[in-house]
């Protein structure tokens, strides 16, 4: 079975600073991973997601996430944030198997403060 | 990227009634959808994979008969909410996937649901 954890429900960061969000995963296949976020009382956007091949991913919005298989981690981050970027962030995992169903972790809570 | 929409965005229920959204893949046909519920400032839960032409797959403690799936065509899944209850209020999202692409679903914008 597949799992994902996110270190930290809540983050606050000033405007312009470095924001990491810390994604660790559990799976016993290769997996997939992805970042979604999710703005108040809407749907799911895709970030960015790891397939295969390059460990570095660069997504939308100046975000990018790192694949480590070693620490099992998928840790988001974005070198200077913008106040728009205030929303809720979902690590989620799937594999070739069942690459649809989609398995998302707890969520983190980013606040960007003027 | 594919599109996947969902109808309503937001409704309002009396307790008892049944509700029934839809999750439609508007340019790509899609064999499986996903039925997500999400409870305010928490994470998705699946609750089924609804498969075109034959019975959904329900999650582990989830009830069939109240939450009714029915995927009729390769383009839509629907969801009803039976006999409705205030626990029942949440968001919820559907996910599809685009076997052209064969490696990421494609979410709704959500349905919002309030039973009162």
């Known amino acids: 079975a597949q799992s994902v954890t996110q270190l930290g429900s809540h983050v606050s960061v000033s405007e312009g600073a470095l924001v990491l969000l810390r994604c660790n995963y559990s799976s016993s296949v290769p997996p997939y991973l992805f970042w979604y976020v999710q703005y108040p009382n809407q749907g799911l956007q895709l970030l960015l997601k790891y397939l295969s091949g390059s460990t570095l991913v660069k997504g939308i919005n100046g975000f990018e996430a790192e694949f480590n298989k070693s620490q099992t981690s998928f840790h988001l981050r974005k070198p200077s944030v913008h106040i728009s970027d205030t929303a809720e962030y979902f690590c989620?995992?799937?594999?070739?198997?069942?690459?649809?169903?989609?398995?998302f972790g707890p969520g983190t809570s980013l606040s960007v403060i003027p | 990227g594919a599109v996947v929409s969902q109808h309503p965005s937001r409704v309002i229920c009396k307790s008892g009634t049944s509700v029934k959204i839809e999750c439609r893949s508007l340019d790509f046909q899609a064999t499986t959808m996903f039925w997500y519920r999400q409870f305010p400032k928490q994470s998705l839960m699946l609750m089924a994979t609804s498969n075109e032409g034959s019975k959904a797959t329900y999650e582990q403690g989830v009830e069939k008969d109240k939450f009714l799936i029915n995927h009729a065509s390769l383009t839509l899944s629907t969801l009803t909410v039976t006999s409705a209850h205030p626990e029942d209020s949440s968001f919820y999202i559907c996910?599809?996937?685009?076997?052209?692409?064969?490696?990421?679903?494609?979410f709704g914008q959500g349905t919002r649901l309030t039973v009162v």
């Open positions: 996910s599809a996937r685009d076997t052209r692409v064969n490696t990421e679903a494609f």
């Open positions: 989620a995992v799937s594999d070739k198997t069942s690459y649809d169903k989609v398995i």
